[in-house]
């Protein structure tokens, strides 16, 4: 043992201060073998110290990488909020360097107990929704979503269908709830349905299929269930003209079953969301036209994050207080980090960077997320994207006429993403790719 380490296990500090932690402590020298532990360590590994003592602590914690804590004993890192298990236990680790940083003699480890994983059985599915959101949780700089929260929060006083606009990813699910839980609506069910996952035939049955059950009141059991509430329809655009005619009676307050001429009383709210122009698919035929007067009613366009300002920050923040909260990971990221995320497009916008928050404090070893982080987990999204489209914007153009390209597009549709990336033949997601890469703003 070397004369740092007898200085710091005969002085009175460390055994004080590890006797008196709340958490495990355990002190190991700069091989990686146990010198002490405090009680609840001992508690916790139920072991008696002669037994362990100047035993490799990798013996203990199997799951404990030996990289790693060779990076704290020979290069003075520092680790934080890594799980390691002992049998069946599981901890979070925050492993520190001891004396100095160039030279340390050995490491403290601080072992959180973590409760033992939720067993999933199968339980009975429940199939009501509960709209537990309030306006109160979108607080944000930007004037452009402030003022589609105005609307909406304006449009949840009064009982009339509801149109949202806007891209996949924006928070539009969590308004949509937020209209009925703030309404006259919000003792009665709630649900929603994404019309462009499912087939025609599963939409139809989900909501209109007429049973035995369903004979006396003429409403089947997903509508019966929120009868009174709110359905929130998201990528309406996707209902085949059948079902289009079937909500427009909805909206009326009439309930008309598969395979049947009937009429029945039915008293449920429409919220409706799409990321197509339907006045465009109206004039197309492939949207009716008074569904469409119908659901304009009150539209509510919700804008990209990327047009948002700061308000990718205040989310991002958000985002990671709650996974670090989740996970017993309590991380920041620093101000290059923050700087890194506000210059990603973000095509997925607040549902992608949700996503993303989670995977870096799940990931990282640290207390603070730094740009370089950052920056090597974005390329890793970025890598993970499916490769361009071979477009008149792609592949055999040289890079200045590909961006010229572009601009022109942008110009001749009046800077309107989503009518460029179709007059280019690209999606949307491409198109602010070949943007961010060619530096085009607009």
Known sequence: MSQDQDRLLDENLLPALMEGAFSGVVYVDEAGGIVALNDRARAYLDCRFKDVSGMHI?????LLEEELLHDVLHNGDSVA????????????????????REAPAGAVIVLQKLP?????????????LTANRFFSEFQFASENFRRAIKIAKFAAQYDSPILFVGEDGTEIPGIAKCIHNESGRRKNGYAELDCNALSREQVSHLLFEQTSASAESGLNKAVSSIQGGTLFLSHVEGLSPDLQYRVGLLIRGQYVAENDIHHHPADIRIIASTDKNLKDLVRQNLFRE??????????????PLRERGDDIIDLANLFVEKYSERFAKPVKLTRGAFDCIRAYAWPGNAQ??????????????????????????????RDTLPPPENTKADSGVPTEDKAAIIREALQRNGGNRTKTAADLGISKATLWRHMQKYGICG
């Not at 008074?290 to 804008?303: E, G």
């Not at 992608?352 to 997320?369: G, N, P, Q, W, Y």
């Open 58 to 62: 990798c013996h203990l914690f199997p």
């Open 116 to 128: 033992p994983l939720a067993k999933r059985g199968a339980t009975e599915q429940d199939y009501s």
């Open 352 to 381: 992608e960077l949700d996503a993303f928050c989670r995977k870096v404090v799940l990931s990282t070893t640290r207390h603070s997320i730094n740009e370089a982080f950052v920056r090597d987990a974005l390329n890793e999204i």
């Open 81 to 100: 909020n890594y799980y390691v298990q002992n049998r069946t236990v599981r901890f979070a680790v925050n492993i520190e360097p001891v004396g100095k």
């Open 290 to 303: 008074d569904l469409y007067y119908s659901l304009s009613t009150t539209t509510v366009t919700i804008p």
